[in-house]
């Protein structure tokens, strides 16, 4: 590669660095504080990042680095950053806590807390039915194509990842 090719893709590196920062300062009106989390998509996947446990956001030539209240730092490739927004939680259906409510993952069990009267269903994201229960059960997952599935139990909705 030459010095003049080298040279041309630091300009380009630093001026997305820049334009980066100024699209981030440029929206001061719209702050994280009336927000829950910042996605970050990069190459295909987004990772959340709750926003009360950011305390800044700073750049250098090739990262964006969220500095943590935990006093860690997360450093992201610009390179690979493809979009960010912020959201307040409440959009699509939430990822599965562990040990929570009435849908409960557990390694790769999927245990349904059913009260009396309630069922719970599993679909998988084409919205086919691939499991169904009346009463209380644990769930392999194992036993599903690999994949993103929807879940269901009374009024609670929730999506799992078998991996």
């Known amino acids: 590669m030459t010095i003049f090719a080298r040279k041309i893709i630091y300009i380009m590196k630093t001026l997305r660095s ?3 920062a100024a699209m981030l300062s440029l929206s001061g009106t ?6 829950a989390y910042l996605t970050i998509s990069q190459s295909g996947s987004d990772t959340n990042f709750e926003v009360s446990q950011i305390s800044r956001i700073t750049f250098d030539e090739q990262n964006m680095i969220l500095h943590l209240t935990d006093n860690t730092t997360q450093q992201l490739p610009l390179a690979s950053l493809s979009k960010m927004f912020f959201s307040d939680g409440n959009q699509g259906i939430a990822m599965i806590q562990p040990q929570q409510g009435k849908i409960v993952m557990d ?3 999927l245990r349904l807390n059913l009260n009396e009267g309630e069922r ?4 998988n994201l084409k919205g086919e039915q691939v499991f169904r229960a009346n009463t209380s059960t644990t769930f392999q997952l194992g036993r599903l194509q690999r994949g ?3 879940v269901r139990v009374g009024n609670e909705t929730r999506k799992v990842m078998n991996r």
């Not at 719209?30 to 927000?35: A, L």
């Not at 719970?120 to 679909?123: C, G, I, L, P, R």
């Open 18 to 20: 820049i334009f980066l």
């Open 120 to 123: 719970a269903v599993v679909y």
């Open 148 to 150: 993103v599935y929807i």
């Open 107 to 109: 390694g790769d069990q």
């Open 30 to 35: 719209v702050t994280g504080d009336n927000f």
